[in-house]
Each structure stands twice: as C-alpha cells, then as structure tokens.
C-alpha cells in the first residue's frame, strides 16, 4: 500500500463511521413482527379471529390488544436491534405458496422501508442473525407471558390466527382455560350446531350416529365452511319392539 492509498483510507474512515451512526440514528420507526417501536416507545401486539355463533366457522370479529412496554425495555430494545443487526437480513421471493414471511417495516429519514424474508431462503448468517434476535427479545420481553395476558383477557369463545383462516391453527377458551383444539362444522340434522350444544349430545339419553368428513372431501361440500373438517350427527332411533 502506497502513501497515497493510505492517505485516502483514513481520511474516509472516519466518514464511514459517522455515516453509520447517523444511518442508525436516522431509524424513528421499527415494526417486527408483532413488535413496534417509535418515537421511544415499544408496543406488543395481538390479535385473533373470534368465530361468530351460528355462522359455521364462516365469520369472524378481530380482537386486538396492544400493550405499551417499559421506557428501559423500549431503550434496551433499540440497542438491541442496532447490535444484532436484524435490519441488515436480505429480502428475498418465496419458492412456495403457502409461505410465512418474516417481515419487517422501518423508517430511516422519513422514507419507509420494508424487508420481507423467507426462512428456508436466507442465508446461514441470516438464520443466525434472526435466531440470535428471537432469543435476546424473548429474554427482554418475555413475548409468551405478554401473550398469556392477551389470552386471559379474552372472553369464552372459538378463535382463529387471523391471516391464515384456511391453514390457520383454531383455539378454544372456555371456563378461563384457552388452548389449542380442532374445531369442524357441527350439522345435526341438515342444521349447524355450536361446540358447546355438540356436547351436551346424549345428555338426554338419546344416541346419536358420527360421520368425520376430512378435507378436502368436506371442503368440496361445504365450501369454505368445512375447512376444519365436518361431523354430521344423526340421531339414531330406537326400533319399537315387536308385539
């Protein structure tokens, strides 16, 4: 390396270095995933599909819940981000239909940006960046107890992940307890029936006869409606005894 190539290499670096904390400063806005910082605040986000009774798994009402974190965990955060490096992961097009993207928005000198990743398309580096993020925001955030509360403020109903209503996982909360479960379209009788009055069936003491329709066998019936799958029920009726 000559005098002159030396020369050039500090007299930018200093440069290079200031433009980098200006690049980071310059960020008023972050949104990833179901996080979002600005103006030093940072907000925790949730939402689900709550199926309307009676209408077969057909509608749903949005529930949203948004919980403003901390002003320390709000700086902690931010410093975080800066450290790991999270904004520096590569977009890049699905190869696959059904595809969940890992998204992020951000705002850096008033003009909007967006990052739109795929797991099974990023890098090694990439994977290791968002790893390493997941791990540090859970230990910071503590993401699954703020999710606990969102669920314990729920009332009693049947609930889908909204944005995946075909796909989507579905959640029952009855009597406080919210988990996980499979919710089909009930029909007794040519009529659609709610989960609870499904199980109050031969509290009366009569029979009744199942059939499980999977998809894409209920699908091609029911539509939409069948997308859990379909229970017909059919009360059975006892035989008169011969005279």
Request: hydrophobic share 40%; net charge neutral; aromatic share 8%.
């Amino acid at each position: 390396m000559n005098i002159r190539q030396i020369f050039l290499l500090l007299l930018f670096l200093p440069v290079s270095s200031s433009l980098l904390a200006e690049t980071k400063d310059s960020i008023t806005k972050i949104e990833i995933g179901n996080l979002s910082f600005a103006d030093g605040q940072l907000h925790i986000h949730f939402q689900l599909g709550k199926f309307v009774a009676g209408t077969g798994n057909e509608k749903v009402d949005v529930l949203r819940r948004s919980y403003s974190l901390s002003a320390e965990v709000a700086k902690a955060y931010r410093a975080m981000i800066n450290e790991v490096g999270i904004l520096r992961i590569s977009s890049h097009k699905p190869n696959c239909i059904d595809c969940k993207p890992f998204r992020i928005r951000y705002t850096l000198r008033e003009t909007q940006h967006e990052i739109v990743a795929f797991l099974h398309n990023m890098t090694a580096e990439d994977r290791e960046t968002l790893a390493r993020y997941e791990k540090l925001t859970e230990k910071l955030i503590n993401v699954s107890s703020w999710e606990k509360k969102f669920h314990d403020e729920l009332p009693d109903g049947n609930y889908v992940a909204v944005g995946h209503m075909v796909t989507g996982k579905t959640y029952r909360k009855k009597n406080g307890q919210f988990a996980e479960v499979e919710l089909p379209l009930y029909i007794r009788d040519g009529k659609v029936i709610s989960v609870d009055e499904f199980e109050q069936l031969g509290v009366d003491g009569k029979r009744y006869e199942l059939t499980k329709l999977d998809d894409p066998g209920a699908t091609a019936i029911y539509g939409n409606a069948g997308r859990f799958g379909v229970v017909l029920i059919r009360e059975v009726k006892e035989e008169a005894p011969l005279p």
